[in-house]
């Protein structure tokens, strides 16, 4: 079976739609299915494609007060139909709400195949940190009007929590939604060098370090993590918060945790390569820290998990469904001081800590990769054998670990 797939963004942009895809592209060729992306041009970036003709890089521009960011040019992406005109598909699956949306549909219409997107990013809770200006109800009633269009467009839709169908569903998103987290590569989580990490960052081997990973950015929370981190060094002077990760929140955040006054116990390591880096970072940690209440999955909460590292979070949105069983996982209030309290009480005590890893490892498992690409699969073929399925129920598939 082959599938065109359509995204915004991907690597060398780093994001948790990028990693997503990665992830079940690396998969999904065990189960029969050929998969043909088209991304942006990332100009001096080597591809990512493991063979050419997997990848289709469409000439980008760069995106007005977002240098991570590219946006595909609208003339290239007018001629995306001739040069797929001689390849075979049998489903589109659109990965981002933008012109690859738009682009994915059109094209999938013209072809008569079904065309299914994948709703990665809760953005009502995204829009009014970047747009201040607009009054934040009506930012939300535009994103959420935005999103119940654009879906109901579709023949399907994959959601990576129950939370995330939930929103969509108040939204009056009335198409079949399917369940289907992003699986963990395991055996790319399974060991990094503790000691290494430490000594190339200059972190002693009996320091506590509590960790983040990922973007950093305004909805992530992080000002919450470095108030509680606050908290938690008036307990225990000797903890060490690593926030590994860049974005547009970052010369903020700096300037935060100088003004707090805890500089000197907060590293920022920019981003790590996740290949060989970022197993190390895992390793080198002794509890993950996560304040964001607006994940639509928490991919890092389960990598951290699959390396044995015991989490402690607020259980919103996603995460909450990750975090929610407490197994290697501690849910945490949804305040700073709190926070912090639990983030020294679990640095200090090891057994704990040690009993969490075993759990953490065990239900990261649960997550693993090639199950979740069989799900997907699954649904490929049952799309590609009716293109009624929009008329029908949403296709029964395990929904996860329960929270």
């Keep these: 079976m082959n599938i065109l797939m359509i995204s915004d963004v991907y690597f060398p942009r ?5 990693t997503s895809i990665q992830t079940f592209r690396e998969s999904l060729d065990a189960q029969g299915i050929q998969v043909t992306l088209v991304a942006p041009e990332y100009p001096g970036a080597k591809e990512e494609a493991t063979r050419a003709e997997e990848m289709i890089s469409i000439p980008s521009r760069r995106v ?3 240098p991570e960011d590219r946006l595909m040019r609208r003339d290239a992406l007018a001629r995306l139909p001739k040069r797929l005109q001689d390849r075979h598909f049998d489903l589109v699956h659109v990965q981002t709400p933008f012109s690859a949306h738009y682009a994915g549909l059109k094209l999938a219409r013209a072809r008569g195949i079904p065309c299914l997107a994948t709703y990665h990013t809760h953005f009502e809770e995204y ?3 970047y747009l201040p200006i607009l009054p934040r109800p009506l930012a939300r009633l535009l994103t959420r009007r935005l999103a119940r269009s654009q879906c109901n467009a579709l023949d399907a839709v994959v959601v990576p929590s129950q939370a995330m169908r939930n929103a969509l569903q108040d939204y009056g998103v009335t198409k079949p939604m399917h369940v289907l987290p992003t699986g963990i590569p395991m055996e790319k989580f399974a060991s990094g060098d ?3 990490f430490r000594q190339h960052h200059g972190i002693a081997d009996d320091e506590p370090v509590a960790l983040y990973v990922g973007r950093v950015a305004l909805e992530k ?3 919450f993590l470095l108030d509680a981190t606050r908290h938690a060094l008036l307990r225990n002077p000797a903890l060490r918060l690593v926030i590994a990760g860049e974005g547009p929140a970052l010369a903020g955040l700096k300037r935060h945790s100088a003004a707090l006054g805890i500089a000197e116990r907060v590293l920022f390591v920019g981003y790590l390569d996740r290949q060989r880096e970022l197993p190390d970072c895992y390793a080198a940690a002794d509890l993950f820290a996560f304040p964001s209440k607006t994940e639509t ?3 890092v909460l389960l990598e951290a998990m699959a ?8 259980p919103a949105m ?3 469904e990750i975090l929610g069983p407490r197994l290697g996982a501690v849910c945490a209030p949804d305040n700073p001081a709190e926070f912090g309290i639990l983030m020294a009480e679990l640095l200090a005590d090891r057994q704990r800590l040690a009993a969490l890893s075993v759990e953490a490892r065990e239900f990261a498992g649960e997550w693993a990769a090639p199950e979740r690409a069989r799900q997907l699969a699954t649904l490929y073929r049952s799309l590609g054998s009716s293109l009624q399925l929009s008329e029908g129920p949403a296709l029964q598939l395990p929904e996860g670990p329960a929270p």
Excluded at 14 to 18: A, F, K, M
Excluded at 307 to 313: A, F, S
């Design 318 to 320: 996603g995460a909450a």
């Design 221 to 223: 929370n992080l000002d």
């Design 14 to 18: 780093i994001n948790g739609v990028s």
């Design 194 to 196: 503790r000691r290494g």
């Design 307 to 314: 390396m044995g590292l015991p989490t402690l979070g607020i």
């Design 64 to 66: 007005p007060f977002d």
């Design 127 to 129: 829009f009014h940190h």
């Design 297 to 299: 999955q928490g991919l």
